[in-house]
């Protein structure tokens, strides 16, 4: 027998060749291994185009009890417009507006008046929000809320029958981030006098803060005492004390507390967590931050997503194999199975265009610069009148390329739109998507999560591999432990990278890439790779030997 997963399709939309074999397949596969034992994980692979968060909420709507978790706030937005009402949204508790408040002083609920102790509790746009989708069919958030609410919160999120993690090759990611101890440089003057100690191990840390712990409690105690010292007297009335405002100090103390108490639950899971490997990451620079990571979360997973419904369902363009995945989340790989899904699109509309100027590297970098800046200024004069994105190695990288377009003129300097942080995205997005004039990106963290359909892009350069950076020392113990992690990594990112360029039925864009490692990584990791990738790739490689023999 198959579940019948296609008769949940949302309503007014026809679901398309690629999704209906997708949802056939996983129907029958769901039926199959009903009667089978402990957790259940499909991976679903399936390129830009295919329609994913069709297929996730499609799943959602015939389980009628799900958790649906998507990588970013941006896609859960998308959710809510596509979806609506079929979904119960809830977001951290900082989106939200504390009622009690005048609108136009914008205080989120982080700092509601029912922060204040003892206060008592109204129902509020946050408070609303998490019930609906606590009691509602289709509980859909963020992964990195909802991995905060089940570990730190300790919220009794029931299991349910399905859960589905959209954009889940950053999950491991997503995880280490949840259990990582970190200490900005403001953090270590106000809790420790000055900077910490650089210490070589884990351990030695270990050993330090052991030492902390109880005096940082005590340090949380007495915030709590003076909170309490600062609290209006004669606050009977629910209602009078929902109204008076928290003082300047008051909200200041809150700050604090949420803070330290945050730091303190993660720094007693390091201290307990002994037989986990941790990481140290504490960059050289004088006002850096110290972090604490743990080097896998195999160990983490199962409690954290696994226990949390009985059906978990990963969907992603690429995540590679499922004894791979299922050693990186602790999971016998029997109970890991793989569903993938060719590209709706011909290789015409998302061509590959490899150009080499020289295998690029830290070593080569001052040597093949110049080739490099040469062939990006020809590829934005070969497109004069239209849109595109640069990816840079990095910012430094970008700034450097975008020093060398000034000095060539305006003409290719002014189209350029630098992406200086992450935090800037979204404000260069909006930019560049109404400018009239055909504006290029320039970005090393523009390759996923960012849709730029049609003329908002129709070419973008790959200046460099994207092999994570081996001076981070988390990236460089994960790549010891597990050169195939690494290429791994390398592959979703390119993956996810090319998957800007074309976008739906009648898009088409074309990728550019300019680093000689290209073929290397294709010729020695091939088997990694998706079919539909190494479809535009190989030609694009074959045609690019052609030209120089
Ligand atoms: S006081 Fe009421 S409206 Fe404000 S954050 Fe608390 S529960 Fe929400």
């Known amino acids: 027998m198959t579940a019948d997963l296609l008769a949940h399709f949302p309503p007014g939309a026809e679901p398309r060749p690629a999704q209906r074999r997708l949802l056939e397949a996983l129907g029958a596969a769901i039926e199959e291994e009903h009667a089978a034992e402990g957790p259940?994980?499909?991976?679903?692979?399936?390129?830009?185009?295919?329609?994913?968060?069709?297929?996730?909420?499609?799943?959602?709507?015939?389980?009628?009890?799900?958790?649906?978790?998507?990588?970013?706030?941006?896609?859960q937005d998308q959710y809510e417009r596509e979806f609506g009402d079929a979904v119960q949204l809830v977001k951290g508790r900082e989106n939200y507006v504390c009622e009690r408040y005048p609108v136009s002083a914008r205080v989120t609920t982080t700092h509601g008046l029912c922060r204040r102790r003892g206060a008592p509790m109204c129902q509020c746009p946050y408070a609303r929000a998490k019930q609906a989708a606590l009691n509602g069919p289709i509980f859909c958030t963020n992964t990195a809320y909802f991995l905060t609410l089940r570990q730190w919160q300790h919220e009794h999120l029931r299991p349910r029958h399905v859960l589905v993690v959209d954009e889940a090759h950053n999950l491991e990611a997503q995880l280490v981030r949840v259990f990582t101890v970190a200490f900005a440089p403001d953090q270590m003057r106000e809790w420790f006098g000055g900077p910490l100690p650089r210490f070589?191990?884990?351990?030695?840390?270990?050993?330090?803060?052991?030492?902390?712990?109880?005096r940082l409690r005590m340090e949380l105690t007495l915030i709590d005492d003076r909170l309490a010292s600062l609290r209006p007297p004669g606050l009977i009335d629910d209602d009078y004390f929902l109204a008076y405002p928290l003082s300047a100090s008051e909200q200041a103390l809150l700050g604090q507390r949420d803070l330290l108490e945050s730091a303190l639950t993660r720094l007693q899971f390091f201290l307990d967590a002994e037989?986990?490997?941790?990481?140290?990451?504490?960059?050289?620079?004088?006002?850096?931050?110290?972090?604490?990571?743990?080097?896998?979360?195999?160990a983490m997973a199962p409690a954290l997503l696994w226990d949390a419904a009985e059906l978990v369902v990963l969907s992603t363009a690429f995540m590679g194999r499922p004894e791979a995945i299922a050693g990186y989340f602790g999971l016998e790989p029997a109970a890991v199975r793989a569903f993938t899904s060719e590209s709706p699109f011909s290789v015409e509309q998302r061509l590959i265009k490899y150009q080499p100027v020289g295998t690029l590297s830290k070593a080569t970098l001052s040597e093949l610069e110049p080739d490099l800046f040469d062939a990006v200024a020809a590829i934005l004069s070969a497109h004069p009148t239209e849109k595109g994105l640069i990816h840079a190695a990095s910012y430094a990288a970008a700034r450097r390329l975008l020093a060398d377009l000034a000095a060539r003129g305006p003409a290719l300097y002014h189209r350029v739109l630098f992406v200086e942080s992450s935090e800037a995205k979204g404000r260069a997005l909006e930019q560049h998507r109404t400018a009239s004039a055909p504006t290029v990106l320039l970005s090393p963290s523009l390759r996923e999560g960012v849709d730029l359909p049609d003329d908002f892009l129709r070419f973008q350069i790959i200046t460099k591999v994207p092999y994570p950076d081996l001076g981070d020392p988390w990236t460089a113990a994960r790549q010891e432990r597990d050169p195939r992690w690494y290429a791994l990594e390398t592959a979703k990112a390119l993956v996810q990278t090319y998957g800007r360029s074309c976008r739906h039925a009648h898009d088409h864009g074309v990728t550019y890439v300019l680093d000689a490692q290209f073929a290397r990584f294709l010729q020695r990791y091939r088997p990694l790779l998706p079919a539909w990738f190494r479809e535009a790739a190989e030609p694009a490689v074959?045609?690019?030997k052609a030209r120089r023999s």
Request: glycine share 6%.
């Open 40 to 75: 259940r994980i499909f991976t679903v692979e399936a390129p830009p185009g295919v329609g994913k968060s069709h297929l996730a909420l499609t799943l959602a709507r015939w389980s009628g009890d799900a958790y649906l978790l998507t990588s970013q706030k941006l896609l």
């Open 200 to 214: 070589g191990g884990a351990d030695d840390y270990r050993m330090l803060f052991e030492d902390h712990v109880s």
């Open 275 to 298: 037989h986990t490997e941790w990481v140290v990451r504490y960059p050289s620079e004088i006002d850096a931050t110290l972090e604490l990571v743990p080097l896998t979360v195999s």
């Open 542 to 544: 074959r045609a690019a």
